[in-house]
């Protein structure tokens, strides 16, 4: 299994866009109270990882509840949202539309940094495990960009988005595309599923596996990325770190129980690493900005008074031995 991948180019403001997340972050909290401060919207969930019932409430952000599940270290927002109620809140609330009409503005050349990566483990994969006609199907699509993309490599015969999440942007979907909301008709041949930060949005993330379990053929392929609970920058910073929110990031699975629920859905997982470069310079930045912040002195001391060459080497650290907190998984059905 390939553990370690390295991709150093990215930077903070190339993956949250800057001041466009700090403004939707404003917003999203605005947003949450007006949408699901009424109890009625909201229901208890047990883990979304493992599925135990009854664990410890960790903290609030946004005025929502996240707990720790004791058995398999998923962090998780409970109450949540009812599916009905998120997805309103996805089509309707101003943080999100916000987002979506800011992205159509941004530069060919910044989506290109952004998704040619994927891309080309897209190319790689298909490459090496995919022979003969393929079908992509694209879970809930979020980035027309990436499809764009995809299409225009021509390896596929049908590049599929099923249930696009897209809405302001679907003109920018390729013409022609086909939109999919009913899973039935691809049970069985679907070569290639991919869910790109979608695990940890969903109201239950189980659905995701038992569509790939029944879409995918023998020799298929399962491409998830995702945040997760283990990382580094969520481990250190709690509630305070800048890339946990409670509606877009309401699942995150902890390496561990995200593995185990791949393999349950009955694919071999062929690569499993953490390739993102940013938590050290997500933490570092929170401590930069206040002294005052409530972490473990060590982390404290670290990024007050170490240097470049330390911090560069914790996070080689944390590539290595997958501690980052942003997740990518491929895997083959069995
Ligand atoms: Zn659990």
Request: aromatic share 12%; charged share 25%; net charge neutral.
């Amino acid at each position: 299994m390939r553990k370690v991948v390295l991709l150093n180019d990215l930077v903070t403001s190339d993956i949250t866009y800057g001041y466009l997340y700090e403004e939707y972050k404003r917003l999203l909290e605005i947003d949450i109270t007006t949408h699901f401060m009424e109890s009625s919207s909201l229901v208890d969930v047990a883990c979304p990882g493992c599925g135990k019932k009854a664990n410890q409430d960790i903290y609030k952000k946004m005025k929502m509840n996240f707990k720790l599940c004791s058995k398999c270290g998923t962090y998780y927002v409970s109450p949540r949202p009812d599916p009905q109620s998120l997805e309103k809140f996805y089509r309707l609330s101003n943080a999100c539309i916000f987002w979506r009409k800011e992205s159509l503005n941004l530069p060919e050349s910044k989506l290109n940094n952004l998704f040619s990566p994927r891309i080309n483990w897209i190319l790689e994969l298909s490459d090496e495990f995919l022979h003969g006609t393929s079908l992509l199907m694209d879970f809930e699509t979020k980035y027309p960009f990436f499809i764009k993309q995809v299409h225009k490599q021509k390896i596929f015969n049908s590049v599929i988005t099923f249930k696009p999440k897209v809405y302001e942007q679907s003109a920018l979907l390729p013409d022609g595309m086909l939109t999919e909301y009913n899973i039935e008709n691809y049970y069985g041949r679907t070569n290639v599923i991919t869910a790109f930060e979608s695990l940890e949005r969903m109201f239950d993330p189980g659905e995701l596996f038992s569509i790939a379990n029944k879409c995918c053929p023998p020799g298929g392929l399962l491409l998830i990325t995702t945040a997760s609970g283990s990382g580094f920058e969520y481990q250190v910073l709690g509630e305070k770190a800048p890339n946990i929110n409670p509606i877009n990031r309401m699942n995150l699975l902890s390496l561990e129980v995200l593995s185990e629920r791949v393999e349950s859905a009955g694919f071999e997982i062929i690569e499993l690493s953490t390739p993102g470069r940013l938590d050290v310079e997500s933490v570092r930045n929170v401590v930069k900005e206040s002294d005052d912040v409530q972490i473990h002195p060590f982390w404290k001391y670290l990024f007050k008074y170490r240097t470049e060459e330390t911090w560069q080497s914790l996070q080689d650290f944390l590539q290595v031995n997958r501690l980052s907190s942003h997740i990518r998984i491929a895997a083959l059905k069995k």
